[in-house]
């Protein structure tokens, strides 16, 4: 196994190391770390480094430095949302040593009085602030990590919108220093200004008559634009449960239209990703519109088609086939695809489709279904029974 040679060092705002990072730090030839990180650290022997500009350089001078004593000074927990986590992708582990001081989370956790276990834990910093959309619901307590003075107005318009206007909302400054202050209020009602380090406090309030868009699949067909073609609420249910998605898995989603199975899979499961595609620019728009409305702004939609579009594209956890079944091959090409164990499902609501997934279902096995749903609706003065269109459903998974 490979000997660690670069080494994270957790900091607190107090100047304060992980255990171990003093002498991680006098054994170093090298340390990098933001200006305050290096003053907060006093002394050193070491040659210092600032981070360079663009900062995506520094990942270029530490694969040349493999094998010298490097050490990297990071706020909190470098494997929490810090530093770690970009590194683990492009050092082996081995190559890594790792010593956390307490994270803005534990630090924050404590100064609410909130146990950790019980706190939805986030970091928009960097991201979208929509992210936090799919993660509302009534009743949470989060703490986010943000991208600056300005996040807390942001997030405040946000919570508003999304009928959350009650929430209260703390600004924890600097946790852990002598500039340390504590500033609250309502999103509503929200105007203070917040130092640029600080970790963010929301104690979700749902205004009354907000409407709750729970993670679980199936959402109501309206939390979409759509254009009419799309996959139902009741279908798509029973279309995620047949793609299983877990954390980190990726989805192809064939003919995405608006987005809705994609945006689904998105929200069902932590770190999933998504790549959907379509090619007509109308509901390429659709799809990312809902993709942001519904906290998954990470989706990504590709003008094409199958198979000749899933080239090059990362190996898939599951595919879902919503359009485009009678394209040769595409079936052929999903299969190849797939990793092992991986899930393909196929939708058809027209009988040259059904006609493909009754092919390749005697061929191939799996399990062929029929999904009929009926709703029910005004006729005259009375209600009665509409039918959707069936949708013979088929999946396989991949041995």
């Not at 650290?41 to 094998?67: D, H, I, M, N, Q």
């Not at 949302?81 to 534990?106: H, I, N, V, Y």
């Not at 080239?311 to 485009?324: N, R």
Request: net charge negative.
């Amino acid at each position: 196994m490979t000997s660690p040679w670069l080494t994270l060092v957790g900091i607190g705002e107090d100047g304060a190391l992980a255990p171990g990072g003093r002498e991680a730090l006098e054994r170093a030839e090298i340390v990098y770390g933001g200006e305050r990180h290096l003053t907060l650290a006093g002394t050193l022997s070491a040659e210092t480094r600032c981070w360079p500009s663009p900062f995506s350089s520094v990942y270029t001078e530490l694969a040349e430095l493999k094998g010298r004593r490097v050490s990297i000074l990071c706020t909190g927990d470098p494997m929490w949302f810090g530093m770690g986590a970009t590194l683990t992708k492009r050092f082996d582990a081995g190559e890594l040593a790792a010593l956390p001081a307490l994270s803005a989370f534990q630090l924050a956790a404590s100064r609410m009085g909130w146990p950790v276990q019980d706190c939805e834990c986030l970091s928009v910093h960097g991201r979208p602030v929509d992210l936090l959309r799919s993660a509302l619901y009534p009743g949470a307590r989060m703490l986010v990590l943000t991208s600056g003075a300005a996040a807390p107005v942001e997030i405040a318009d946000l919570l508003v919108n999304e009928g959350y206007g009650r929430t209260r909302m703390t600004v924890l400054e600097h946790l852990g220093g002598d500039q340390e202050r504590h500033v609250s209020g309502t999103a509503e009602d929200w105007s203070a200004d917040a130092a640029a380090l600080h970790t963010l406090a929301l104690e979700v309030t749902a205004d009354r008559g907000t409407r709750f868009h729970a993670r679980v699949p199936g959402l109501a067909d309206d939390a979409f634009r759509h254009d009419g073609k799309m996959t139902k609420q009741e279908v798509r249910a029973a279309t995620l449960a047949e793609l299983k998605p877990h954390p980190g898995a990726m989805l192809w989603d064939i003919g995405a239209g608006c987005g809705s199975v994609a945006i689904e899979w998105l929200r069902s499961a932590n770190r999933t990703r998504a790549i959907g595609l379509e090619p007509h620019a109308e509901r390429r728009q659709m799809a990312l519109e809902n993709a942001v409305a519904l906290g998954v702004p990470h989706l990504e939609v590709i003008d094409s088609s199958a198979p000749a579009g899933l080239e090059g594209l990362p190996p898939p956890d599951a595919v879902f086939i919503g359009g485009g079944l009678t394209a040769p091959g595409v079936i052929e090409a999903v299969l190849n695809a797939l990793r092992p164990g991986g899930r393909l499902v196929a939708n058809a609501v027209t009988l040259e489709s059904e006609a493909v997934l009754l092919a390749a279902y005697g061929k191939l096995g799996g399990n062929l279904k029929k999904i009929s749903v009926h709703r029910a609706s005004a006729v005259g003065g009375l209600t009665g029974w509409r039918p959707l269109m069936p949708v013979t459903q088929w999946s396989l998974t991949r041995s």
